[in-house]
């Protein structure tokens, strides 16, 4: 021990490992009498081990899921290696220029961290630090994350006349994740602005190919109708959702084609079409269609020419067919029926 002006004192002659030491002082005077402290456990403790912090297992779900790209405005983090002896773990936020600190959980899954209100769209970087019982403090290194929970509109400049008088469906998540299957995938805002919404028919058109001619609804004449469907950019899945069935379609060219795969009898049918985004954002469209393939038909057989070599109806017949808007057969006008001169007495 050495003594100086402010009294006996002790400092090790060298650098302590982390760890317990025990100290005891032993004194002795002139007289040879000597006396020896309690004994003095003193733990050094010099470290402190940095912490990390990332996206929660389900919360990165953009292109990939190591992006930190997110559509949930409320994600939660999961921060890692904390020592056991922290007496303080906080969470710094650092968003347009403004910084905010927010205290982390600790809870049966160790330390976590989830927004305490909805972030808006944007890049949010985010650290974790951590002060020891020894005072010792580590912060870790910095995480950037963007949430994104909005389908981007891209309108198609080619089809800025076009209208499918289909309706689309905004698709908002549910307040749970775990409300239904497809919780991972949500939509959160679509801008309602009436001229996005303009570009938004055009870019997400859904036209039927073999409609009737002129015909003011989607009214197909075949049983087994196709749709062709315009793709914008940024949708890298699309699917179809028919008589409980969901169909994967291939996108190319920014098109993709639907082809009913059963025959349809006459009457009203709804199909939902689903685009998905890079951000697994999504928005659903529907269309309404109706089959009248029986009026069809009777136009086919008045066209047809009759038997061969019985000299009747030897040109073929002109017909046409009028629809009321409920698909049902207004008027039937035959313009010509040509009989052979020998036999107008027979069929007058």
Not at 129 to 143: F, I
Not at 261 to 286: C, H, M, Q, R
Request: charge should be negative; glycine fraction near 6%.
């Amino acid at each position: 021990a050495t003594q100086g002006a402010d009294g006996w004192t002790f400092t090790p002659p060298a650098a302590w490992n982390d760890g317990t030491y025990t100290l005891s002082v032993t004194v002795v005077d002139r007289a040879g009498n000597s006396q020896q402290s309690a004994l003095l456990a003193v733990t050094v403790d010099s470290t402190l081990t940095v912490p990390e912090i990332a996206l929660a297992a389900g919360e990165d779900n953009g292109a990939s899921d190591s992006d930190n790209v997110t559509n949930h405005t409320q994600p939660k983090f999961t921060l890692q290696h904390i020592d056991a002896d922290v007496t303080g773990v906080t969470v710094n936020v650092a968003h347009n220029g403004v910084t905010d600190t927010y205290p982390a959980t600790q809870g049966a899954d160790g330390w976590t961290f989830t927004p305490p209100a909805a972030w808006n769209d944007g890049v949010y970087t985010l650290s974790v630090t951590v002060v020891d019982r020894a005072g010792n403090s580590q912060q870790s290194a910095s995480l950037a994350v963007t949430v994104d929970s909005t389908v981007t509109v891209t309108a198609d400049s080619q089809h800025d006349d076009a209208s499918d008088d289909a309706t689309p469906t905004v698709v908002t998540p549910p307040e749970s994740e775990t409300a239904n299957a497809e919780s991972d995938t949500h939509l959160r805002t679509v801008p309602s602005a009436a001229e996005e919404s303009v570009a938004k028919e055009a870019a997400y058109s859904i036209t039927l190919l073999n409609a009737d001619a002129g015909d003011e609804t989607d009214r197909s004449t075949s049983q087994t109708p196709s749709f062709e469907i315009s793709v914008p950019e940024n949708i890298v899945n699309v699917s179809v959702m028919f008589e409980g069935e969901e169909f994967t379609l291939p996108i190319t060219n920014q098109k993709a084609i639907f082809e009913v795969p059963l025959a349809l009898a006459d009457g009203e049918y709804t199909i939902d079409v689903k685009f998905i985004d890079k951000d697994a954002d999504f928005l659903i469209k529907e269309k309404t269609f109706s089959v009248d393939h029986s009026s069809a038909e009777i136009v086919n057989a008045m066209n047809a020419r009759g038997k061969t070599g019985d000299d009747i109806n030897d040109s073929p017949s002109t017909s046409s067919v009028d629809h009321n808007n409920n698909g049902a057969i207004d008027i039937f006008t035959v313009n010509e029926v040509i009989l052979p001169v020998e036999s107008q007495e027979e069929h007058a």
